[in-house]
């Protein structure tokens, strides 16, 4: 393990300046409302009432982000995310206000990224032009599958033809970036069922391609009453058969479940997975941020909506400042569920600890054939992909 080296503190004194740098900064705002709760879902979502409380909730995120506004002085933001829950629930003129409110609190690179998650059967043309003007410039398209009776096992909202519409209709708004979200292993899911998937999505030219394989989570319904699943040969097929599927249409695995057209990786995931800063406001959002002096830390807002939304609460919920005996380990769950893994020196960079430290640990994952032994690389082989949490223990604290 890498403590071996007796290098690891555990207490949470700024590390080494020498290399360290200040990341890149992201924005994920969290919108906590869907039409109704999917029976597979542990996200932080709730069914909405009849009414949004829209207004409330955008004056809600604005405060929750002058809060933590000091923290990331003079940083411009390289991407934004509106995710879920359904944003796509909530109108163009509410965007509109929240947008503008963060532009005038933060400023925007001139490249910024801004991705809305939609769901089908939650938006018409009209809303995606009006968003697509307020410079949202990339859409995520929650389709899960278009087989009628996978869409209704997994409990959503729409068809498949309402998924396909949803596809026209962003680009017809003028998303020329846009990504749509699949899952497979889906109950009495057989090889073809998620190819036939795949091939219909591919279909539709999204520029990237999210291709999750469905888990059962706690807390969920299917958890509780697990459905059919299909078997592990036939998972196995669908991974083999659905990436060579993908990569045959100019789609390259660059993360786990991240496939994309050349050029077109997201952005804000990018950031998450080479372990840059973000900031995260809305109900029980996440934040990861570095300070000047190299310190780092995690922290996580109000995760019920009517606690969050409640004058009298705060925002925040928690706040953990990340020892460097924790770093690596942090630090290399991120870079290596990319398919080619990262610099080796991005882990001084981000972190302020010398590559040394892992020495040890990844001489051990190198000999158990788990991660590439180029030194100027920190990257899982393809065995290391498919069993990263094996690769993980040799850097746990
Ligand atoms: C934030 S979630 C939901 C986005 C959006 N509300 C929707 O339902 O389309 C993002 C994606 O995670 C995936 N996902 C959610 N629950 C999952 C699970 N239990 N297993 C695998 N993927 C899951 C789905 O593909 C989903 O689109
Ligand atoms: S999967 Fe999406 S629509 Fe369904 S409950 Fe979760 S966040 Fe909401």
Not at 74 to 94: D, E, N, V, Y
Not at 183 to 198: F, N, R, T
Not at 265 to 283: K, M, P, Q, S, V
Request: glycine share 8%; with cysteine.
């Amino acid at each position: 393990m890498f403590n071996e080296h007796g290098a690891a503190s555990g207490n949470n004194a700024p590390r080494g300046q020498a290399h360290f740098e200040l990341p890149p900064l992201a924005l994920y705002i969290h919108i906590p409302w869907c039409v109704k709760k999917c029976p597979y879902c542990d996200f932080n979502s709730h069914a909405a009432g009849p009414v949004l409380p829209e207004q409330d909730y955008v004056d809600a995120l604005l405060a929750d982000l002058d809060a933590d506004l000091p923290q990331v002085h003079g940083r411009p933001l390289g991407s934004i995310f509106f995710g879920g829950g359904t944003p796509s629930l909530f109108s163009a003129r509410a965007l509109g206000r929240l947008l503008e409110g963060v532009e005038q609190r933060v400023a925007f690179a001139a490249d910024i990224e801004i991705t809305l998650e939609a769901n089908p059967g939650t938006f018409e043309q009209a809303k995606f032009r009006d968003y697509r003007s307020l410079g949202i410039n990339r859409l995520s398209i929650g389709v899960q599958s278009f087989q009628a009776a996978k869409l209704v096992a997994l409990g959503r909202i729409h068809d498949g033809d309402e998924a396909i519409r949803a596809a026209d209709m962003a680009r017809a708004a003028g998303f020329d970036n846009f990504n749509l979200d699949l899952m497979h292993g889906l109950p009495e899911q057989s090889l073809e069922d998620a190819l036939d998937d795949l091939r219909t999505a591919i279909a539709q030219a999204p520029t990237h391609l999210s291709w999750y394989q469905l888990t059962l989570e706690p807390n969920t319904v299917f958890w509780n009453q697990p459905p059919s699943l299909p078997e592990d040969d036939i998972l196995w097929d669908i991974q083999e058969a659905g990436q060579a599927l993908l990569a045959a249409h100019g789609y390259a695995q660059y993360e786990v479940s991240a496939y994309a057209q050349p050029g077109k990786a997201a952005r804000h995931n990018l950031n998450y997975w080479t372990f840059g800063d973000f900031l995260g406001i809305g109900a029980g959002a996440h934040a990861k941020l570095s300070s000047p002096d190299g310190r780092i830390s995690r922290s996580w807002k109000t995760r019920l909506p009517k606690d969050y939304l409640d004058p009298g609460k705060r925002f925040g919920a928690g706040e953990r400042v990340l020892g460097a005996d924790e770093l690596p380990f942090e630090f290399l769950m991120n870079v290596l569920r990319l398919t080619d893994g990262v610099a080796s020196e991005l882990f001084t960079r981000r972190s302020g600890l010398p590559l040394s430290l892992l020495a040890d640990a990844r001489a051990q994952a190198v000999k158990r054939g788990l991660l590439h032994a180029d030194p100027a690389r920190l990257a899982a082989t393809r065995e290391g992909q498919l069993f990263l949490n094996d690769l993980l223990q040799y850097f746990l604290p």
